[in-house]
């Protein structure tokens, strides 16, 4: 009988674990890390491999002991199964030194339990220094932020490394990497370095796009080694050129003016722009730069027009502002007045001063009632120039350079000449664009029969306000008086109205006027078209006030036909500050008046006897008597006595009353006349031009006497005898 006891030894397991100190994700992910385990005992205090084990543990096979070489990756572990309790075992790893730094093998002996074995590479690390220079005239650039990008080529890298500054020091809040990338910002003079960074990874180095630089690079690029990396960035300012050019628009660019030879002063200021985008002057920016110089940031210089100047090598980018003393005469216009100095484009400052124009009115204002005034021509003479000192005396000269139209006129050797007709009242010229500051001098021609007032003849052109040369021709005036003188006897025409008509012009006015006692006449007299009317009688006169002066007139009277009229001064001119007059003379038309006495009678005695006629006149004025004058008035053969005459006539005679007053009504009468029949013709009537007869024919009154013959008698031939 055989007994057979089998002894199996325990297994255990071996859990072989790679550990990683590193920011590098490759290290983790792609990395092969190689182990070697080996299997055996302590012999007298030296580790000897089991050279009887020769078998494969789960995929891992053992020879004389040990392992063929295992690989896991980063972060990752292999368990070996199967493994002889009580053996103990070794874990070695192959390792790069230069990249790692390793925390050693591993011992141990298989248990029950699972035997961990973890080895920890530790990455090693390097530097990376970023040094900035810059290279410009403009204290600007020298305290300007340039921005830069670290870029890693693991963008698993999101860290926070420490950094520090050109003296070791470090700055606060480090370099924060984010998905492999981050950012900082230097001045000129200055550097950063990243601490710690892990070997192996690569990195580029590049700065933000700055206009205005032409930017150079050392070691932009590489791999974090043990010993520093440095990036090295120069950025030289580009250069460029500014030139300021002066244009000049002036009619007053030759002659007395001189404006082509006019300096213009102008400054040019360098600087930068704050965050506003404000200008902000650079104090320290001086130097010579072509045609400027500058000292604290600004040139002053001189140009006249055409003319330009030139500053080069100016820093790009560089900002400038040009300005231009102002100048009172002109209006200045700029382009390119503010900017950017440009290595690619030149830049030009250019600026035209054009001289201010003005307005000068001419106006004209005639005040007269002739409407004739208003549609004639006045001229007018308009001198450009300027007021020259001459051994110490001071007189205007017209500037012959001024050959232009301005406005409504035409100017030669800077005089214009022109008519206006103030066909309204009033008239004006407008000349247009004429430059500021130039004097002027307006002067009316001679005005016959006017006076002639102004205001701003003389000035100076000005852009703000429009200059205003006003003439008032201001008609001469004079007096016309018309008188009437009446030569009557009738008392009536003392009270008749005589009609006047004055032709003046073709005036339209109503003119106050003064009678003969220098009293005003009620509402005046009025002219429509150049005529009035007015009535005076006998002893009147009128005096019409403010006439045109030299304005032809002509006074007529209405007719009238019981009057012969003389006249003096009816036609004629009226004279400045004169009282023209002119006098009518109205004399009664005057007749006879003749009495005849015819007597037809038998009667010797009739013959030679008196009759005795009375003529009574219809005007009891005529022959007024008084208790002083009882003379009466004789006309002719007759006198009468409060318009009354008596006369005796005897048979055939006549007798005549001469000049009587025509129109005068008369009645003649005769005394007593018994034992007549009385025939009379014309003994009421009118005294007319011709002669007026009267005749009375006393005819002397007759009987009838009837003789009667009575016959006594018986003869027949008696009764017939």
């Given at each position: 009988t055989t007994c057979t006891i089998s002894n199996t030894r325990s297994t255990g397991r071996l859990q072989i674990s790679k550990a990683l100190v590193s920011d590098r994700s490759k290290d983790k992910t792609s990395e092969q890390y190689t182990f070697t385990v080996t299997l055996g005992n302590t012999v007298e205090g030296t580790f000897v491999a089991d050279e009887g084990i020769d078998k494969t543990y789960n995929n891992v096979t053992f020879n004389h002991g040990v392992s063929d070489p295992i690989s896991i990756t980063g972060e990752s572990s292999k368990v070996i199964t199967g493994?002889?309790?009580?053996?103990?075992?070794?874990?070695?790893?192959?390792?790069?030194?230069?990249?790692?730094?390793?925390?050693?093998?591993?011992?141990?002996?298989?248990?029950?339990?699972?035997?961990?074995?973890?080895?920890?590479?530790?990455?090693?690390?390097?530097?990376?220094?970023?040094?900035?220079?810059?290279?410009?005239?403009?204290?600007?650039?020298?305290?300007?932020?340039?921005?830069?990008?670290?870029?890693?080529?693991?963008?698993?890298?999101?860290?926070?490394?420490?950094?520090?500054?050109?003296?070791?020091?470090?700055?606060?809040?480090?370099?924060?990497?984010?998905?492999g990338t981050a950012t900082l910002s230097l001045k000129h003079g200055e550097s950063f370095t990243i601490v710690g960074l892990p070997t192996d990874v690569g990195y580029t180095v590049t700065e933000a796009s700055v206009s205005g630089f032409t930017a150079a690079s050392e070691g932009a690029s590489g791999t974090i080694a043990l010993t520093e990396s440095e990036a090295l960035f120069t950025n030289t300012r580009n250069v460029g050129k500014l030139t300021v050019k002066k244009s000049v628009a002036s009619d007053l660019s030759a002659g007395l003016f001189g404006d082509a030879e006019k300096r213009f002063s102008f400054t040019v200021q360098m600087g930068t722009l704050d965050a506003q985008n404000n200008f902000v002057l650079d104090g320290s920016f001086s130097g010579n730069y072509g045609d400027?110089?500058?000292?604290?940031?600004?040139?002053?210089?001189?140009?006249?027009?055409?003319?330009?100047?030139?500053?080069?090598?100016?820093?790009?980018?560089?900002?400038?502002?040009?300005?231009?003393?102002?100048?009172?005469?002109?209006?200045?216009?700029?382009?390119?007045?503010?900017?950017?100095?440009?290595?690619?484009?030149?830049?030009?400052?250019?600026?035209?001063?054009?001289?201010?124009?003005?307005?000068?009115?001419?106006?004209?204002?005639?005040?007269?009632?002739?409407?004739?005034?208003?549609?004639?021509?006045?001229?007018?003479?308009?001198?450009?120039?300027?007021?020259?000192?001459?051994?110490?005396?001071?007189?205007?000269?017209?500037?012959?350079?001024?050959?232009?139209?301005?406005?409504?006129?035409?100017?030669?050797?800077?005089?214009?000449?022109?008519?206006?007709?103030?066909?309204?009242?009033?008239?004006?010229?407008?000349?247009?664009?004429?430059?500021?500051?130039?004097?002027?001098?307006?002067?009316?021609?001679?005005?016959?029969?006017?006076?002639?007032?102004?205001?701003?003849?003389?000035?100076?052109?000005?852009?703000?306000?429009?200059?205003?040369?006003?003439?008032?021709?201001?008609?001469?005036?004079?007096?016309?008086?018309?008188?009437?003188?009446?030569?009557?006897?009738?008392?009536?025409?003392?009270?008749?109205?005589?009609?006047?008509?004055?032709?003046?012009?073709?005036?339209?006015?109503?003119?106050?006027?003064?009678?003969?006692?220098?009293?005003?006449?009620?509402?005046?007299?009025?002219?429509?078209?150049?005529?009035?009317?007015?009535?005076?009688?006998?002893?009147?006169?009128?005096?019409?006030?403010?006439?045109?002066?030299?304005?032809s007139y002509t006074v007529t009277e209405t007719a009238n036909n019981n009057f012969t009229t003389t006249k003096n001064g009816d036609k004629g001119a009226t004279v400045k500050d004169v009282t023209t007059t002119a006098t009518f003379t109205n004399t009664r038309k005057t007749g006879d008046l003749r009495l005849t006495k015819r007597v037809v009678s038998d009667l010797v005695g009739d013959a030679t006897k008196d009759y005795e006629l009375t003529v009574t006149l219809a005007d009891t004025n005529i022959g007024k008597t008084t208790e002083l004058d009882t003379a009466g008035k004789t006309y002719g053969g007759l006198t009468f006595k409060d318009g009354v005459a008596t006369v005796t006539l005897k048979k055939d005679e006549s007798i005549t009353a001469t000049d009587l007053p025509t129109t005068l009504g008369y009645t003649v009468t005769e005394g007593n006349v018994e034992g007549f029949t009385v025939a009379k013709s014309n003994d009421n009537g009118t005294i007319g031009t011709d002669r007026s007869d009267v005749v009375f024919t006393n005819t002397r009154n007759t009987g009838d006497l009837t003789v009667e013959k009575a016959l006594a008698s018986d003869l027949a031939e008696d009764a017939s005898q």
């Open positions: 493994l002889p309790q009580g053996i103990e075992y070794k874990v070695v790893e192959s390792v790069n030194s230069e990249k790692f730094t390793q925390s050693g093998d591993v011992t141990g002996i298989i248990g029950a339990t699972q035997s961990v074995a973890t080895i920890t590479n530790t990455r090693k690390s390097g530097n990376l220094k970023i040094t900035k220079q810059v290279v410009s005239a403009a204290a600007a650039d020298r305290d300007r932020l340039f921005n830069f990008a670290v870029k890693l080529d693991d963008s698993k890298i999101s860290k926070t490394y420490t950094l520090k500054d050109a003296a070791g020091e470090e700055v606060a809040g480090g370099i924060n990497f984010s998905g400027m110089t500058f000292a604290n940031g600004v040139a002053e210089l001189e140009l006249t027009g055409g003319g330009e100047i030139t500053a080069n090598n100016l820093p790009g980018d560089m900002r400038y502002v040009v300005s231009e003393t102002a100048d009172d005469d002109f209006n200045t216009t700029s382009i390119g007045a503010t900017g950017a100095i440009s290595a690619t484009r030149d830049a030009v400052a250019t600026f035209t001063n054009t001289r201010k124009t003005g307005k000068l009115i001419v106006s004209k204002t005639v005040e007269s009632d002739v409407s004739s005034d208003k549609s004639q021509q006045y001229s007018f003479t308009v001198n450009l120039g300027k007021t020259v000192e001459t051994d110490g005396v001071s007189e205007f000269v017209t500037d012959t350079s001024l050959n232009k139209r301005y406005g409504s006129a035409t100017f030669a050797e800077g005089k214009a000449t022109f008519t206006l007709r103030p066909s309204t009242g009033s008239a004006s010229i407008t000349l247009s664009n004429l430059p500021q500051g130039v004097e002027y001098q307006v002067v009316e021609g001679a005005v016959e029969h006017m006076t002639t007032t102004s205001s701003g003849d003389v000035g100076t052109i000005s852009a703000s306000e429009a200059s205003t040369a006003a003439f008032v021709n201001k008609r001469d005036t004079g007096n016309l008086k018309v008188s009437k003188e009446l030569v009557s006897d009738l008392t009536a025409d003392a009270n008749l109205p005589f009609t006047f008509t004055v032709k003046l012009g073709n005036v339209n006015k109503t003119y106050d006027a003064f009678d003969q006692d220098n009293n005003p006449v009620e509402n005046g007299v009025t002219f429509t078209n150049g005529t009035g009317t007015f009535t005076l009688k006998g002893g009147e006169s009128i005096c019409l006030q403010g006439v045109p002066a030299g304005l």
